[in-house]
C-alpha cells in the first residue's frame, strides 16, 4: 500500500513527504477506528503535532464514520454529575490559588504577564518565528482548544478572566446557569444562539470571555502544576462546552438538548444537556483548508455521493475499486423469509411476533450444523437481543444451538464483554466451535476482527437502524434536509447499511480467507438499501443469493464451503490476486524511467526560465506536472525540495 | 490398462439404475467456444484422478513397511442421512475397501481400527496384517450405530498409545476419518497433537463437506495431508490417495537390519489347531523358522515369538516403494 500511494503521489508531480500514518494504510476493509491527521485534537486518534513543512497529502482510512467522528468532535455532554464534580474542582483549585498565593505569588503574576503580551496561551514558543511562518506554525502545535484553528481567536485574553480568581469566579457562574437550567422536569430543545443569550445575560458578560475559558484553565493548571490533570476533566469539559458556545454560539449548526431521563427508561432521572453539532462539514473545513489534497479510503464507504453532501465538499476523483480475488472468498446471502415462508424482520413491529423469533433462532441453528468452527451474529441492539435471548430460551432453541457449537454473548459491561470474547477464541481454537452473539454498534462491531476460522460466517439479524426517537439525531437529521438536501429515510438508511458492512467486514482479513455473510432481513431484498452496500459486496452477490429462505441459505452456505475447502492452487493467483516477481521487477522499471524523465523535464524547465524569465500563462490540466508549471514561473525553491523528496520516495521504492 | 484400474471402483457403486446418483451427462463434455467442437472430459477427470492418487510425486522414495492407525469417526454427525444409506455406512464401506486395498498395496504394513463414539474412543483391533479382521471389526462397530460426540483428542491419544512401541524403521501414520465440524474433547488436544508431531506420527485426515480447523491444524503439525470430500465418489477416491506409502521425509532412518522369516507353505496329514486363526484346525499352513509354530496366514506376525513372517512376492511388491521406478 505504501507502494501504491508513493505511485499515486509521485503521478501528479507534486511534492510529497509521507507521513507516517500514510504508510500504515491497508486495502479494502479495516478495522478499528477513524484515525486521522488533522490539527484539532479532539478528533479522536492521533492528533499529528510533527506536521511542520510542507505536507500535501492527508490520508484517512477507515473513513467511513468520519462524519460521526466530526460531530463528535465538536458535540458535548454534560450530565448532572459532571456539574458536580466540575464545582469540587473549582474549589480545589481555588484553594490550590490561594496557597499558591501566599508561598510562590510570582507564577501567578508571570502568567499574568504573559496572558498581556499574548505571546503564547501555554507558555511554549513555536519553534518558527517569522511572521507568515507563525501562524501556521501555532495552527500545528497541539491547540488547547476545542474549536477548529480557523476560528481560535487570536488576540489577547480580555481583562475580566486575567486574574486567576476572576476567571475561577466566572467559571462557577457559568456552571451556576448551566446548573439552574439543567433543574427542569421537561425537555428542552434550543439553537444555540437563544442559550448562549440567557447564558451571557445570567453571567453578566460578553461572548469574548466565553471564548478563551478552555484556552484559560490549561493555561492556568499549568501554572498552578497540576500533577493529576484527569482528576479537572469535568471542569475542561464545562469550560470546552463554554468556548464552543461562545465561538459558535451565532450560528445555527449547533443546538442545545436537554433531557431529564431516557426515554427508554423513564423511571431513571439522568438529566443531560447536550450541545450538539449538527454539521459535519465544520470539523472537515480545516483539513481541507490545511491540506491540498485529502483522500478519504475506507472499505465501506458506500453511496459516496451521500459523504460529499454531508461533509459539502465536491471529489475530484471519487472511485471504487474491487477486490482482485481468485476465486470468491466471500458468500453473501439475503435471507427474507423462514421455513415457512414467513418473511423475518427486525422492524418493529415484528419484533414480539413469535413466528418471526423462531425463524431468526432456526436460522441460527441450521447454519451451526452447517459451518465449522466460529459464527458471529449481530443483533440491532441490546434491547432487542435480550428479548429474542429470553423468547428463544423459552423455544429451547438456546439448548438446540448449545448442543452444536458454545454461545457467547457481548454485553454492555467492558470487562465481561472480553472475557467472553477471550473464551469464544479458545472455543474456536480448540476445535469445538462457538457463536459470539453481539450488537451492531457495540465495542466488539467496532474493534474485532473475526478472521480465519474466528470468524466462518457472520450473520447480521436484522437492520441496524440508530434509535430514530433519539432528539440529537432528529435535530441533525432536520438540519440535513433543511440545508444538505438529503432525506432523512435515505440518510438513516445509508448510515444503518453502513453500520451492517462494517459487520460483515468483520470476517474476511486476507485474500486466502473466506466466510459466509448473511443478511437476514426482509427489507436487504429492496434495492434502494441494497444498493447502498459497498461494491465488493455485490459483486459477489448473484441475483440468485438474494431473497432466499432459510433451507435454501443453508444449502448454499454448503455449497461454499465445499467449494472453499477444496486446496488452493497457489500458482494460479499469480496475475490476478498476487503480483508475481516479473509483474514487480516490471512495475519497478517503470518507475525508474518515469523518475528520470521527471529530471529531463525539470532540467528542460529550468532552461526555458533562464531563456525566458517572464511568467508563461500555461494551461493547466491533470496530467500536467506541476513541477514543470513552477519551473517555467521560476518557483526554484519549491522545485529544488521537490526533487529531495522525490529522490527520498525513489529511496524508499526500492529499499524492502 | 487406465479403465482397467478403475472397473472395481465403478462396478461396486454401479447397482440399479434408479439407486445411482443423478447423472449429470451433459457435464462430461465440454464445448470449444470458437470453433464449437466437442470435447469429452472423461479423459481429464480421469488424469487428474490419477494424478491425486499418487498425491504427484514420482520417483520418490517412500515408507515400506507402514503400521496406520485408521480412526473412523462414529459420532452422530455420521448418522446423517444426506450419503446413502447414511454417511456412516458410506464411509464404512470406502473404508473397507481402502483396508483391502492397501493391504494389497503394502503387504507387509500392519493396521489398526479406532473408532470414536460417544465421547470415547475404542480400539476395533489391534495392529495386524489381517485384512479380513479389520473389515469385520469395522461391520460389528457400525452395526452398532453412530450416536454421540467424537473425541479427536481420545483418538489421538489412542492411536499415539497403539504406534508408541513400534521401532524407528517402519513409517508410523494415523488416517482420520472425520465427518463432524466439531471436537469434544475432555483435555487439551493440541498437547495431544503435539505429542504426536514429537514422536514423528504423521495424522492425515479426510473430512466431510467443510474444513474444520482443528483438522487442518493436526495434519500441518504432523506434516500429513487434510483433503475434504465433497461426495461419495470423491471420498472413496481421497482415501485411495492414501494407499501408496507417503514420501518419505528427509534422509528417512539409518539403515537397520530387521529380521524376518520366509516359511514356506506345508500341508499336513492330519488338521493342527493354528495359533492366529482362533485355535482352529487347518491341513494347510505355514510353519514359523523360528519357534515352529502353527501360522494360518501370511503375511503375519508370529503370535509365538513374534518374527515378522513374509513372502518374497510380498516383499518384491512393497521393494518398487523403497527404491522407485525411474
Same mark, same amino acid.
Given at each position: ?49 510533527? $506536521? ?80 507568515a ?15 477548529i ?7 489577547? +485574553? ?37 442559550f ?41 469539559? +464545562? ?38 453539532? $449538527? ?6 473545513k ?25 461533509l ?107 472475557l ?127 431473497d $432466499? ?5 443453508v444449502?448454499v ?24 516477481e ?5 512495475l ?69 | ?16 439404475a ?25 479423459? %481429464? ?5 490419477k ?19 485408521? %480412526? ?6 455420521m ?81 499415539a ?10 513409517? =508410523?501414520?494415523?488416517?482420520?476419518l ?22 514423528g ?26 483433503? %475434504? ?45 493354528c495359533f ?5 484346525? =487347518? ?41 522407485? =521406478?525411474r
Amino acid at each position: 500500500m505504501a507502494w501504491m500511494i508513493s505511485r499515486l503521489l509521485e503521478s501528479s508531480g507534486v511534492g510529497v513527504r509521507t507521513t507516517p500514518l500514510a504508510t500504515r494504510c491497508r486495502l479494502p476493509t479495516s478495522s478499528s477506528t477513524t484515525t486521522s491527521i488533522c490539527s484539532t485534537p479532539r478528533l479522536r486518534g492521533s492528533s499529528r503535532a510533527t $506536521l511542520l513543512g510542507n505536507v500535501w497529502w492527508c490520508l484517512t482510512r477507515c473513513a467511513h464514520n468520519i462524519d460521526n467522528v466530526c460531530i463528535d468532535a465538536l458535540s458535548v455532554a454534560i450530565r448532572g454529575d459532571t456539574l458536580t464534580r466540575s464545582l469540587r474542582n473549582l474549589a480545589t483549585l481555588n484553594a490550590r490559588v490561594g496557597s499558591i498565593k501566599t508561598t510562590n505569588a510570582d507564577r501567578l503574576a508571570d502568567e499574568y504577564a504573559r496572558l498581556v503580551q499574548g505571546i503564547s496561551i501555554q507558555g511554549i514558543l513555536p519553534a518558527a518565528q517569522d511572521d507568515a511562518g507563525r501562524r501556521r506554525a501555532t495552527a500545528d502545535i497541539i491547540q488547547a482548544s476545542p474549536v477548529i484553528p480557523a476560528d481560535a481567536i487570536e488576540e489577547t +485574553v480580555p481583562g475580566n478572566i486575567r486574574k486567576a480568581e476572576h476567571f475561577l469566579r466566572f467559571l462557577r457562574r457559568v456552571i451556576d446557569h448551566l446548573a439552574k437550567r439543567m433543574k427542569r422536569p421537561d425537555v428542552l430543545q434550543e439553537s444555540a444562539p437563544k442559550f448562549v443569550h440567557a447564558l451571557l445575560v445570567d453571567v453578566q458578560s460578553d461572548a469574548k470571555p466565553l471564548r478563551f475559558c478552555s484556552e484559560r484553565l490549561k493555561s492556568l493548571l499549568t501554572t498552578l502544576e497540576v500533577a493529576d490533570a484527569a482528576a479537572f476533566a469535568p471542569l475542561q469539559l +464545562v469550560a470546552d462546552m463554554a468556548t464552543l458556545l461562545g465561538t459558535y454560539g451565532k450560528g445555527q449548526s449547533f443546538a442545545l438538548i436537554f433531557e431529564p431521563f431516557d426515554e427508554r427508561l423513564p423511571s431513571i432521572p439522568d438529566p443531560v444537556l447536550q450541545l450538539c453539532c $449538527l454539521d459535519a462539514s465544520l470539523a472537515m473545513k480545516p483539513v481541507f483548508d490545511r491540506f491540498q489534497s485529502v483522500v478519504l479510503t475506507s472499505g465501506t464507504i458506500s453511496p459516496r455521493d451521500m459523504y460529499a453532501k454531508v461533509l459539502s465538499f465536491t471529489p475530484v476523483v471519487s472511485r471504487s475499486y474491487s477486490m482482485s480475488l481468485q476465486r470468491n472468498c466471500i458468500c453473501p446471502l439475503i435471507v427474507s423469509r423462514g421455513p415457512d415462508q414467513v418473511a423475518i424482520s427486525s422492524k418493529f413491529d415484528c419484533r414480539g411476533d413469535k413466528a418471526v423469533v423462531r425463524n431468526y433462532g432456526m436460522l441460527l441453528v441450521q447454519l451451526a450444523e452447517a459451518v465449522p468452527d466460529g459464527i458471529v451474529a449481530f443483533f440491532t441492539s441490546y434491547t432487542y437481543m435480550e428479548s429474542i435471548l429470553a423468547m428463544w430460551d423459552d423455544m429451547a432453541i438456546i439448548s438446540l444451538l448449545l448442543e452444536r457449537k458454545l454461545v457467547f454473548i457481548e454485553t454492555p459491561d467492558t470487562i465481561e464483554s472480553s472475557l467472553a470474547l477471550d473464551n469464544y477464541r479458545r472455543s474456536c481454537d480448540a476445535g469445538r466451535g462457538a457463536i459470539f452473539l453481539c450488537v451492531a454498534r457495540g465495542k466488539v462491531a467496532e474493534g474485532i476482527d473475526f478472521d480465519r476460522h474466528y470468524g466462518r460466517a457472520v450473520v447480521m439479524l436484522g437492520v441496524p437502524f440508530q434509535y430514530t426517537e433519539s432528539r440529537v439525531l432528529r435535530a441533525r437529521l432536520e438540519y440535513m434536509r433543511d440545508n444538505c438536501g438529503i432525506r432523512e429515510g435515505d440518510f438513516l438508511s445509508f448510515d444503518a447499511l453502513r453500520q451492517a458492512s462494517q459487520c460483515l467486514g468483520r470476517v474476511v482479513r486476507s485474500k486466502a480467507d473466506y466466510g459466509i455473510m448473511v443478511l437476514a432481513d426482509k427489507r436487504y431484498v429492496r434495492a434502494d438499501k441494497r444498493n447502498k452496500l459497498p461494491q465488493w459486496i455485490l459483486e459477489l452477490m448473484p441475483e440468485a443469493n438474494v431473497d $432466499l429462505d432459510t433451507d435454501a441459505a443453508v444449502s448454499v452456505s454448503k455449497a461454499f464451503l465445499r467449494a472453499m475447502a477444496q486446496p488452493l492452487d497457489e500458482s494460479a493467483q499469480l496475475g490476478t490476486a498476487l503480483l508475481s516477481e516479473a509483474d514487480v521487477r516490471r512495475l519497478a522499471e517503470k518507475d525508474k524511467v518515469r523518475t528520470t524523465e521527471l529530471a529531463a523535464q525539470k532540467e528542460h524547465a529550468k532552461a526555458a526560465a533562464a531563456t525566458a524569465p517572464e511568467p508563461v500563462a500555461m494551461q493547466m490540466d491533470e496530467d500536467d506536472d506541476l513541477v514543470d508549471y513552477l519551473g517555467a514561473v521560476g518557483a526554484t525553491d519549491f522545485e529544488d525540495e521537490a526533487m529531495q523528496v522525490l529522490e527520498e520516495t525513489e529511496a524508499q521504492l526500492r529499499a524492502p | 490398462m487406465n479403465d482397467d484400474d478403475d472397473a472395481p471402483v465403478e462396478a461396486a457403486s454401479r447397482g440399479y439404475a434408479w439407486e445411482a446418483r443423478f447423472e449429470r451427462s451433459w457435464e462430461q463434455i465440454q464445448e470449444d467456444p470458437r470453433t464449437g467442437r466437442l470435447k469429452s472430459l472423461a479423459a %481429464v477427470t480421469q488424469r487428474a484422478r490419477k494424478r491425486r492418487r499418487d498425491d504427484g510425486v514420482r520417483g520418490v522414495r517412500r515408507g515400506m513397511i507402514r503400521y496406520a492407525v485408521l %480412526v473412523v469417526d462414529l459420532s452422530a454427525a455420521m448418522a446423517a442421512t444426506d450419503w446413502s444409506p447414511s454417511r456412516g455406512e458410506a464411509v464404512a464401506s470406502a473404508a473397507d475397501t481402502f483396508i483391502r486395498a492397501f493391504f494389497d498395496e503394502n503387504p507387509i504394513s500392519q493396521l489398526a481400527l479406532v473408532a470414536l463414539r460417544d465421547g470415547v474412543a475404542e480400539l476395533l483391533s489391534t495392529l495386524n496384517s489381517s485384512p479380513r479382521s479389520h473389515c469385520d471389526a469395522l461391520a460389528t462397530a457400525v452395526a452398532g450405530g453412530c450416536y454421540g460426540d467424537a473425541s479427536l483428542e481420545n483418538g489421538v491419544r489412542l492411536a499415539a498409545a497403539v504406534l508408541a512401541p513400534i521401532p524407528a524403521y517402519g513409517t =508410523r501414520e494415523v488416517l482420520v476419518l472425520f465427518g463432524g465440524l466439531a471436537t469434544c474433547d475432555p483435555g487439551d488436544v493440541r498437547a495431544a497433537m503435539d505429542g504426536l508431531a514429537a514422536d514423528g506420527m504423521r495424522a492425515s485426515v479426510v473430512g466431510i463437506d467443510a474444513e474444520v480447523y482443528i483438522l487442518s491444524l493436526l495434519s500441518k503439525r504432523t506434516g500429513g495431508m487434510y483433503a %475434504v470430500a465433497t461426495g461419495e465418489a470423491h471420498f472413496g477416491e481421497l482415501l485411495a490417495g492414501h494407499v501408496t506409502p507417503p514420501p518419505t521425509v528427509g534422509d528417512g532412518v539409518p539403515p537397520t537390519l530387521i529380521r524376518m522369516g520366509f516359511p514356506l507353505l506345508r500341508a499336513l496329514p492330519a488338521p493342527r489347531p493354528c495359533f492366529d486363526d482362533n485355535l482352529a484346525a =487347518r491341513r494347510v499352513g505355514y510353519v514359523c523358522p523360528r519357534c515352529e509354530a502353527w501360522i494360518a496366514h501370511v503375511p503375519a506376525e508370529c503370535v509365538l515369538c513374534g518374527l515378522t513372517l513374509v513372502s518374497s512376492p510380498h516383499l518384491a511388491r512393497s521393494y518398487h516403494h523403497l527404491f522407485p =521406478r525411474r
